[in-house]
């Protein structure tokens, strides 16, 4: 059973004296704080003065009934539970209350074990309400903070846009977190393994994302912090192939490069194109999806090439899904992502900030059903700027 606290407070409403004395002894030996009402009148009078969590009324009473009582709470505190008693011949009315959102409804005679469960289960979903809220507070605390040191860096074009983009991130998050605790909810109501597990995958799914979008927040931030090292260019493919190898290979999925093979070094930061072409790849791998088009072998390939002008060029191909016209002139845009609500949009914004940072360029290209294939140039700097 839930622990009662102090924000489950009822109120108890029913014209009826004896089962209002009744009904208020029992609750109270449960553990809960009870307020009593003689009528739908005084009872909203007690609930704008005390705004309890819960409220427990007859559905039928003289002047302001059940109905419309639930009404009225519902205009002043959409996250009251409220839950109704009725007779056995008042089923059309219940099932009316449920299409008004009431939590749940109890038949009379009142059985101490049906009412019991009836409050635990609002308890429930206050204590779940509550924790949820707390929860999204502090990611969006937690946001706000990242964001403000991306602003005070001037890192962002655009602060509408990206503020934009943010909040449709934490909103998908949030809704996902909603949704897993939704499902949650009817598991332990119904006692329903299924309906447990599946909502603890989307709340552990969604807890998941929260940690990337903060990972690559503070990935983000530390991008003005370019560390120029006299460096062989090769060396940061070598290191990713050699990291990405293994999921690529238990994915069916071909991994290889194609190294420039003068043995040559300029000053660049080995740190960061190793991050833009983690990255790059690790979307590659994702573009393909868990089956693939079963039409050809499934490759990623890596090549490096003297570019005149420039000190190399990076080029990173993939026969995966491609993508078309439209989401091509999108994809550097701060929280833009083609994953839907799996990716955070923070990636190719990132890689590009470290591109920039270098002085180099970064492009794509790309067809639908044919593959993606992205372009890097770095400048050939011999000392550090």
Known sequence: MTKPNENSVILLVDDERGIRNVLGITLQDMGYPVLLAGSGEKALKIFEENL?????????????????????????????????????????????????????????????????????????????RKQLAEYTQRLEALVAEKTKKLIDAERLAAIGQTVAGLSHSIKNITGGLKGGAFVLEKGIYMNNPQYLQQGW????????????????????????????????????????????????????????????????????????IHRVLLNLVTNALDAFGEAGNGRRPRKISIHTR??????IEYQIRDNGEGMDSKILDKVFRTFFTTKGQNGTGIGLMLSKSIIDKHAG????????GIGSEFIIKLPDRQEPP
């Open 52 to 128: 309890p969590a819960i409220v427990l009324t007859d559905i039928k009473m003289p002047g302001m009934d059940g109905i419309e009582l639930l009404s009225a709470v519902k205009r002043l505190q959409p996250e009251t539970e409220v839950i109704m008693i009725t007779g056995h011949g008042d089923m059309d009315l219940a099932i009316k209350s449920l299409k008004l959102a009431a939590a749940d409804f109890i038949t009379k005679p009142i059985h101490t074990p049906v009412l019991e469960r009836a409050i635990e289960h609002a308890a429930e979903r206050i204590t779940m």
């Open 201 to 272: 995958q989307l709340v552990s799914r969604n807890v998941d994302k929260i940690a990337h979008l903060s990972l690559d927040l503070l990935h983000y931030a530390k991008t003005g912090d370019i560390n120029y090292q006299r460096c062989n260019p090769n060396r940061p493919v070598q290191e990713v192939i050699e990291l990405m190898t293994p999921r690529a290979e238990e994915e069916g999925i071909i991994i290889a490069a194609d190294l420039d093979p003068k043995d040559r070094s300029f000053f660049f930061d080995p740190e960061g």
């Open 306 to 311: 003297s570019s005149a002008g420039w000190g």
């Open 361 to 368: 360029v970064i492009e794509v290209k790309s067809q639908h």
